[in-house]
C-alpha cells in the first residue's frame, strides 16, 4: 500500500469518527438546549426556511421552536450508515428513539415517544465536519400513561420523587429558559474549539450532586 493510499484510509476512518459524533452532539446540545452549540454543528451559511441564512436565524428559529413545542427532550441516537460522495461530502442516516415532555393548552402535559430517523448531508470545510443539512423522517410519535411531568421526575414506587441532575451538568438548559424569547436577531458564540465541545458547553460548573435511588 501506497503512503497516499494509507493517509486516505486514514483519513476516511477520522472523518467517519468525526460525523458520528456530530450526531451525538447534536443530541446533546438539543436536550439541553444549548442553541450556540447546536447551530456551529451546522456550516456559518445553513438555510434556515425558504429565504433566511445563517446561523443567527436558525438560532432564533430554534429557540422558537423548542420553547413553544417541548419543556424537556432526550434523544437516544442508533444505527448511523455513513457513504461518502468524495472526501468532503458524505451522506447519512441515523436513527434515533426520542421522548419529550410536551406541554398542553390546559397547563399540563403529556410524555409524548418518537421513533424516527434523520437523513443527512455531512460537508468538510477548512477540514472541519459539518451537518449541511438534516432531514428528519418518523415513524411514529405517541402518549405515555404515566408521564413525570414537572418537577422531580425520578419516581420510584414509595419512595418521595426527587431530581434526577439530567441538566445539572450544563448551565445552558437554565439559562434558556431563564432568558425571556427576543424578536431581535441573537448572536452566536464562535464554535468550540476541537476536541472542547463538553468543556465548553459545561462552561466551568462544578459536577452535581446526584442520587442513586
Given amino acids: ?8 484510509r486514514i483519513d476516511r476512518l477520522e472523518s467517519i469518527d468525526e460525523i458520528r459524533q456530530l450526531a451525538a452532539k447534536y ?13 456551529n454543528l451546522f456550516p456559518e451559511n445553513v438555510r434556515v426556511g425558504k429565504d433566511k441564512v445563517g446561523r443567527a436565524h436558525f438560532k432564533q428559529w430554534m429557540d422558537e421552536t423548542l420553547r ?5 427532550t432526550s434523544h437516544h441516537i ?11 461530502r458524505a451522506v447519512g442516516v441515523v436513527y434515533s428513539k426520542n421522548e ?5 393548552q390546559d397547563g399540563g402535559c403529556e410524555w409524548v415517544i418518537m421513533q424516527m430517523l434523520y437523513w443527512d448531508h455531512y460537508e468538510r470545510i477548512d477540514g ?19 408521564p413525570p411531568c414537572g418537577d422531580n421526575k ?3 414506587p414509595d419512595r418521595d420523587h426527587y431530581d434526577g441532575a439530567f441538566h445539572s451538568l450544563f448551565p445552558s ?7 425571556p424569547p427576543s424578536e431581535e436577531l441573537p448572536t452566536v458564540a464562535a464554535p468550540a474549539p476541537y476536541e472542547q465541545f463538553l468543556k465548553t458547553m459545561r462552561a466551568g460548573v462544578e459536577n452535581p450532586s446526584i442520587r442513586t435511588r
Avoid at 135 to 142: E, H, K, Q, S
Fill in 68 to 72: 413553544v413545542q417541548f419543556t424537556g
Fill in 27 to 39: 443530541s446533546l446540545a438539543l436536550d439541553m438546549r444549548d442553541m450556540d452549540a447546536l447551530v
Fill in 78 to 88: 442508533g444505527n448511523h450508515i455513513i457513504e461518502f460522495e468524495d472526501p468532503d
Fill in 154 to 156: 425520578m419516581r420510584w
Fill in 1 to 8: 500500500m501506497t503512503d497516499s493510499a494509507l493517509m486516505a
Fill in 128 to 146: 472541519r465536519w459539518y451537518f449541511k443539512r438534516r432531514l428528519p423522517c418518523y415513524f411514529y410519535a405517541t402518549d405515555l400513561n404515566k
Fill in 100 to 104: 419529550h415532555e410536551t406541554p398542553t
Fill in 173 to 179: 438548559w437554565q439559562k434558556f429558559w431563564s432568558e
